[in-house]
Nanobody, 126 residues
Framework: QVQLVESGGGLVQPGGSLRLSCAAS????????IGWFRQAPGKEREGVSC????????YYIDSVKGRFTISRDNAKNTVYLQMNSLKPEDTAVYYC???????????????????WGKGTLVTVSS
């Protein structure tokens, strides 16, 4: 059974850092692109970042470029999202997901994702 489990969320002050983890079970994560998505209260879910497996390329939405870094540890079957210089507008539930392919979705569109974790809440507030 394919399962993704996010962890690492919490309450952090503006300017702080968090590292989210996405642990996979039931499949070998290194063969698939993994995306991070987020949904803030009252807003639509949006793609944040993605790492492909075919060429190792990484993708970010403009608002997190230079602050967030996605990486994978194939030995641990885990993908990470290092989030630095956090802002209140980063507050959201963060999900990892895959569509079972090796490439990232065009423009980080979440529509094709069919395996999702349950999410981890990130709150950026003073």
């Amino acid at each position: 059974q394919v399962q993704l489990v996010e962890s690492g969320g919490g309450l952090v002050q503006p300017g702080g850092s968090l590292r989210l983890s996405c642990a996979a079970s039931g499949f070998t994560l290194e063969y698939y692109a993994i995306g991070w998505f987020r949904q803030a209260p009252g807003k639509e879910r949006e793609g944040v970042s993605c790492i492909s497996s075919s060429d190792g390329k990484t993708y970010y939405i403009d608002s997190v470029k230079g602050r967030f870094t996605i990486s994978r540890d194939n030995a641990k079957n885990t993908v990470y999202l290092q989030m630095n210089s956090l802002k209140p507008e980063d507050t959201a539930v963060y999900y990892c997901a895959t569509d079972g392919t090796s490439g990232c979705p065009y423009r980080l569109d979440y529509d094709g994702m069919d395996s999702w974790g349950k999410g981890t809440l990130v709150t950026v507030s003073s």
